[in-house]
């Protein structure tokens, strides 16, 4: 079981987090389209650690919860 303070900081790297590479390059995870994410999971998000990312990100996106990750982001420094 994971402890809640990882939790935390994994909340608080995925809200600081930019995309490394392509068309939203040095964009915030979460400022990236939902469409994007789309794409990416019906071709395979990439492997590692941005893939992870990545997934959970969609999830936020699809499940309306992105306020959490702006909050997150404007509370907590990384």
């Known amino acids: 079981m994971e402890s809640p303070k990882f939790n935390q900081n994994a909340l608080i790297e995925l809200a600081h987090y930019k995309m490394p590479f392509g068309k939203y390059k040095d964009e915030y995870l979460i400022d990236i389209p ?45």
């Open 34 to 78: 939902e469409y994007y994410y789309t794409w990416f999971k019906q071709k395979g998000f990439p492997d590692g650690k941005l893939g992870r990312m990545m997934t959970q990100m969609h999830e936020i996106k699809i499940n309306g919860l992105e306020e959490l990750i702006y909050t997150i982001r404007r509370n907590f420094s990384q």
